[in-house]
């Protein structure tokens, strides 16, 4: 005779609050907002977490445990306790928790996101330290980056002179799969949080199904015009054709490599992105700082050419812009999750193995006890000190530390500190007629990545000389 499955469920709902509870007795967790049994703190959490969480920690502190259902996710926000989590301890922190929609599009962890940190991580991490992001594989890509830029401008110019609003089928594509992704990987499903609930709320495998099958398509595609490119004029050196080379090299599986290439996309693509609006959202708002960009692009590059990433090392305000916007809007808020793969104490808490581990990276670099007038765009405030935003200090991490720094950080500065500075060198921003400064809207939308609530509307005026051709784009050859 079978099991009442209703009396199933409400044995395993008692077993899991049993076993919740006496882990919480046996170990000192974080203090926190009260869990409700079974769903924890998740319908307390409101959408946009990180705002969320920041607020919580007020009232909880800089450690604070939330209940992702069954699930104990601990959330840090100063950054002394980053550094903990991120480098004292971050042999044992280093593992990355997976919901059954990012288990599934990771092939559980095949990729390097999704990936625990073990023997198939260290060799795909080498991949990308050695081979795509070395500087020697950065300096060869430049052509490319610049002749989308380049592209980025023109089309802006023909917009602003004459819209006809033209759109890219591909691009619209690789945007649609990318946000699909994050809105997968973000789920906050009751049934993510509680496994045996998962039994009863089985995953959406037609949409999964459908997802992959509009990836696989893309990616099909993608290969076959690098192989065609190669056939025809020899070897590339773009970054699909490098991959595709490291395949024997480095013994890596077809999942790996289709992984390895949609991790690059979904990572990279919409974080640089967001970047750029948020820096021009800001720049819109603070002409002060627009007009000393503009002053030091025309000193330094003039108005009889346009800039290249050879001259960002002479534009130290901009970088400074760059450095100023990552800290008040960085694009990855919360990070990626971090996953215990050990009990580990921090803060003088313990951290239970198995735990999800948070660094509130938002919060720690608007903290008021380490900057002064956090909530101030001041791009100054990085020319007075040298601070680095690449993972050496704490008090900014848009692109983390430590073991899970991500691979992508020097690409992705060279990439929005060189749309920022073709922006501002070939085009005057200035707000849509009557709409106040104070209008524009800083929110955020929910999810993994921080796109702005309303998107920026903002009008272009050239103000390099047009008859130059240095409004056309400039076509890579490699
Ligand atoms: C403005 C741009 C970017 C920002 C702010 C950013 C930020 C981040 C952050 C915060 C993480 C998580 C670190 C952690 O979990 O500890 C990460 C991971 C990652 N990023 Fe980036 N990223 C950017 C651009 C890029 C680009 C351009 C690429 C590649 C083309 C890239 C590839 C990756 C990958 C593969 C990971 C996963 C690393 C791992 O799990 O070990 N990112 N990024």
């Given at each position: 005779?079978?099991?009442?499955?209703?009396?199933?469920?409400?044995?395993?709902?008692?077993?899991?609050?049993?076993?919740?509870?006496?882990?919480?007795?046996?170990?000192?967790?974080?203090?926190?907002p009260?869990?409700?049994?079974?769903?924890?703190?998740?319908?307390?959490?409101?959408?946009?977490?990180?705002?969320?969480?920041?607020?919580?920690?007020?009232?909880?502190?800089?450690?604070?445990?939330?209940?992702?259902?069954?699930?104990?996710?601990?959330?840090?926000?100063?950054?002394?306790?980053?550094?903990?989590?991120?480098?004292?301890?971050?042999?044992?922190?280093?593992?990355?928790?997976?919901?059954?929609?990012?288990?599934?599009?990771?092939?559980?962890?095949?990729?390097?996101?999704?990936?625990?940190?073990?023997?198939?991580?260290?060799?795909?991490?080498?991949v990308?330290?050695?081979?795509?992001?070395?500087?020697?594989?950065?300096?060869?890509l430049?052509?490319?980056?610049?002749?989308?830029?380049?592209?980025?401008?023109?089309?802006?110019?023909?917009?602003?002179?004459?819209?006809?609003?033209?759109?890219?089928?591909?691009?619209?594509?690789?945007?649609?799969?990318?946000?699909?992704?994050?809105?997968?990987?973000?789920?906050?499903?009751?049934?993510?949080y509680?496994?045996?609930?998962?039994?009863?709320c089985?995953?959406?495998?037609?949409a999964?199904?459908?997802?992959?099958?509009?990836?696989?398509?893309?990616?099909?595609?993608?290969?076959?015009?690098?192989?065609?490119?190669?056939?025809?004029?020899?070897?590339?050196?773009?970054?699909?054709?490098?991959?595709?080379?490291?395949?024997?090299?480095?013994?890596?599986?077809?999942?790996?490599?289709?992984?390895?290439?949609w991790?690059?996309?979904?990572?990279?693509?919409?974080?640089?992105?967001?970047?750029?609006?948020?820096?021009?959202?800001?720049?819109?708002?603070?002409?002060?700082?627009?007009?000393?960009?503009?002053?030091?692009?025309?000193?330094?590059?003039?108005?009889?050419?346009?800039?290249?990433?050879?001259?960002?090392?002479?534009?130290?305000?901009?970088?400074?812009?760059?450095?100023?916007?990552?800290?008040?809007?960085?694009?990855?808020?919360?990070?990626?999750?971090h996953?215990?793969?050990?009990?580990?104490?921090?803060?003088?808490?313990?951290?239970?193995?198995?735990?999800?581990?948070?660094?509130?990276?938002?919060?720690?670099?608007?903290?008021?006890?380490?900057?002064?007038?956090?909530?101030?765009?001041?791009?100054?405030?990085?020319?007075?000190?040298?601070?680095?935003v690449?993972?050496?200090?704490?008090?900014?991490?848009?692109?983390?530390?430590?073991?899970?720094?991500?691979?992508?950080?020097?690409?992705?500065?060279?990439?929005?500190t060189?749309?920022?500075?073709?922006?501002?060198h070939?085009?005057?921003?200035?707000?849509?007629?009557?709409?106040?400064?104070?209008d524009?809207?800083?929110?955020?939308?929910?999810?993994?990545?921080?796109?702005?609530?309303?998107?920026?509307?903002?009008?272009?005026?050239?103000?390099?000389?047009?008859?130059?051709?240095?409004?056309?784009?400039?076509?890579?050859?490699?």
């Open positions: 005779m079978g099991m009442d499955p209703s009396l199933l469920t409400a044995a395993a709902a008692a077993l899991s609050v049993v076993v919740a509870l006496y882990l919480r007795f046996r170990t000192r967790l974080a203090p926190g009260r869990p409700w049994p079974v769903v924890g703190n998740l319908y307390d959490i409101k959408s946009v977490r990180f705002r969320c969480f920041a607020e919580w920690a007020q009232t909880y502190g800089p450690i604070m445990s939330v209940w992702f259902g069954t699930t104990l996710t601990v959330v840090v926000s100063s950054s002394e306790l980053a550094r903990e989590v991120l480098k004292d301890k971050d042999q044992h922190l280093a593992d990355r928790p997976r919901n059954r929609s990012t288990a599934r599009f990771s092939r559980d962890g095949a990729d390097l996101i999704w990936a625990d940190y073990g023997p198939h991580y260290v060799k795909v991490r080498k990308c330290n050695l081979e795509l992001f070395s500087p020697k594989r950065l300096e060869a430049r052509p490319i980056r610049e002749d989308e830029v380049t592209a980025m401008v023109e089309s802006i110019f023909r917009d602003s002179t004459l819209p006809d609003g033209s759109t890219d089928e591909q691009g619209i594509e690789f945007k649609t799969i990318v946000s699909n992704g994050h809105k997968f990987g973000a789920s906050l499903s009751l049934a993510e509680i496994p045996w609930l998962q039994w009863l089985p995953l959406d495998v037609e999964y199904d459908k997802h992959s099958a509009r990836r696989d398509r893309l990616t099909k595609i993608i290969m076959e015009e690098h192989t065609q490119a190669r056939h025809k004029s020899g070897a590339k050196d773009h970054f699909a054709d490098t991959l595709l080379s490291l395949k024997e090299q480095y013994d890596l599986s077809e999942d790996t490599v289709v992984g390895l290439l991790d690059m996309i979904t990572a990279g693509m919409d974080t640089t992105v967001i970047s750029v609006e948020w820096a021009m959202s800001e720049i819109v708002k603070n002409p002060r700082v627009q007009e000393k960009i503009q002053e030091e692009l025309d000193r330094v590059v003039g108005r009889e050419r346009i800039m290249n990433e050879m001259d960002i090392a002479g534009l130290p305000y901009l970088q400074c812009v760059v450095k100023e916007s990552f800290r008040l809007h960085p694009p990855t808020p919360l990070m990626l999750p996953k215990a793969s050990a009990k580990v104490r921090i803060g003088g808490y313990d951290i239970p193995k198995g735990s999800s581990v948070i660094v509130n990276v938002w919060a720690i670099a608007r903290d008021p006890k380490t900057w002064k007038d956090p909530l101030e765009y001041r791009p100054e405030r990085f020319l007075e000190e040298e601070i680095d690449k993972g050496h200090d704490f008090r900014v991490l848009p692109f983390g530390t430590g073991r899970r720094v991500c691979p992508g950080a020097q690409l992705g500065i060279n990439l929005v060189s749309m920022l500075g073709h922006l501002l070939h085009f005057r921003w200035s707000l849509p007629k009557g709409v106040k400064r104070e524009v809207d800083m929110r955020e939308t929910p999810g993994m990545v921080t796109f702005m609530h309303t998107p920026l509307q903002v009008v272009a005026t050239p103000r390099l000389r047009t008859s130059h051709n240095l409004y056309v784009r400039v076509p890579a050859e490699i």
